[in-house]
């Protein structure tokens, strides 16, 4: 089976979901901590819903998550001036280094994970999947020379992301 892409990419994806999880939990994080404050240090506080979008969380499993942050003190919500209905999500400054401190965890997996190729081969590896990703229209956001392991995928909204316990957003 060796020869097939799909079982390869599969079994990598295993051991990477593996990895990702283990060096999140050794933090006392979560995969989605992980993505809810990165994306809220790159592009700024949202509304819950808005932020479920732009890091491909579902609304149920989202909240739980924001609830973990916001007792921790890494992220605040408030009424939205434009509409009370909703809540903007901030970061902290607390929260600014948990997502530091997470992001650091996420270059040291992708290093573990991508030990014996080059610099050079990862960044044809990570070109190659992020061509295969768009081919079949799973946008991947566009870099912004963010640390390593930062990148986000978008995913189909009929598709269900990885569970909060673990995720490959690393």
């Known amino acids: 089976m060796d020869h097939l892409p799909s079982w390869l990419l ?10 990702v999880t283990e060096g999140f939990a050794a933090a006392g994080a979560k995969g989605y901590h992980y993505r809810l404050l990165a994306s809220l240090i790159a592009d700024g506080p949202a509304s819950q819903a808005a932020l479920g979008r732009r890091t491909a969380i579902y609304l149920s499993d989202l909240v ?33 280094e948990r997502g530091a401190e997470l992001a650091a ?20 590896l990570a070109g190659l999947l992020r ?8 946008p991947v956001r566009p870099a912004r020379h963010e640390p ?22 690393a």
Do not use: C, I, M, Y
């Open 131 to 138: 061509r295969l990703l768009e081919h079949h229209a799973l």
């Open 64 to 96: 739980g998550a924001l609830n973990e942050l916001e007792s921790a003190g890494f992220v605040e919500r408030s009424p939205d001036p434009a509409d009370k209905r909703r809540n903007v999500v901030a970061v902290t400054a607390a929260g600014r």
């Open 10 to 19: 599969t079994q990598t994806a295993a051991h990477a979901h593996r990895l």
């Open 148 to 169: 390593p392991g930062a990148a986000r995928v978008s995913v189909r909204n009929e598709e269900r992301p990885p569970s909060a316990d673990g995720d490959l957003s």
């Open 105 to 124: 965890r996420a270059a040291a997996v992708q290093d573990e994970l991508l030990a014996p190729l080059s610099a050079e081969e990862r960044e044809q």
